[in-house]
């Protein structure tokens, strides 16, 4: 069976950081704009966000251990994240990219870890290491709509911060990403 085939009775989820409103609705005008405008919609089926742990499957009738088990991985503090402009990772994606963070670097290599021991959750990044960011077009851009919008977005400003004191669960309905279930942090 290939790992990408979801069995009946199993949902798929990930994990992020999903800032709020007005950063929220700036990044999905700017999603809708390239929908607009470069034909590409694939980052319209989430809301914006920066993943924490790449896709997994869970059963569903077992939906109750899974918020326990995050629940247990809400002991951490609050942290500044700032945004600051534009990024690529050419030929297919263009993201808002956030400033250096260390506090984001450890949190997500804490959560990592405990998804891993506690949850026997493997893979949580791309085999190219993290890198944190939040993604306006990237499967369906095509190559010469990407250096098209790339040209307009690279040095485009988007200035923002706010206080990350939670995770998010997302889980896809089929069609899209949902946010789920919110963990707060507890300290």
């Given at each position: 069976?290939?790992?990408?085939?979801?069995?009946?009775?199993?949902?798929?989820?990930?994990?992020?950081?999903?800032?709020?409103?007005?950063?929220?609705?700036?990044?999905?005008?700017?999603?809708?704009?390239?929908?607009?405008?470069?034909?590409?919609?694939?980052?319209?089926?989430?809301?914006?966000?920066?993943?924490?742990?790449?896709?997994?499957?869970?059963?569903?009738?077992?939906?109750?251990?899974?918020?326990?088990?995050?629940?247990?991985?809400?002991?951490?503090?609050?942290?500044?994240?700032?945004?600051?402009?534009?990024?690529?990772?050419?030929?297919?994606?263009?993201?808002?990219?956030?400033?250096?963070?260390?506090?984001?670097?450890?949190?997500?290599?804490?959560?990592?870890?405990?998804?891993?021991?506690?949850?026997?959750?493997?893979?949580?990044?791309?085999?190219?290491?993290?890198?944190?960011?939040?993604?306006?077009?990237?499967?369906?851009?095509?190559?010469?709509?990407?250096?098209?919008?790339?040209?307009?977005?690279?040095?485009?400003?988007?200035?923002?911060?706010?206080?990350?004191?939670?995770?998010?669960?997302?889980?896809?309905?089929?069609?899209?990403?949902?946010?789920?279930?919110?963990?707060q942090f507890s300290e």
């Amino acid at each position: 069976m290939l790992d990408s085939v979801v069995k009946p009775a199993e949902s798929r989820y990930f994990l992020a950081i999903i800032p709020p409103d007005p950063i929220q609705s700036e990044a999905q005008k700017i999603k809708v704009q390239f929908r607009d405008d470069f034909n590409s919609k694939g980052a319209l089926r989430s809301p914006a966000h920066i993943t924490l742990h790449m896709p997994f499957q869970w059963k569903e009738k077992k939906e109750d251990k899974l918020f326990s088990l995050l629940v247990q991985a809400t002991n951490e503090e609050k942290f500044h994240l700032s945004f600051d402009g534009f990024g690529a990772f050419p030929p297919r994606t263009i993201f808002i990219k956030n400033k250096m963070s260390q506090d984001l670097m450890y949190f997500q290599e804490r959560l990592a870890r405990y998804a891993k021991r506690n949850m026997n959750l493997f893979n949580a990044t791309h085999n190219r290491g993290y890198h944190p960011h939040m993604t306006v077009a990237f499967r369906d851009l095509k190559k010469d709509k990407f250096f098209e919008a790339w040209a307009e977005f690279e040095d485009k400003p988007f200035d923002h911060e706010f206080e990350v004191n939670s995770f998010w669960l997302l889980k896809h309905d089929g069609k899209r990403w949902n946010a789920y279930r919110e963990f707060q942090f507890s300290e």
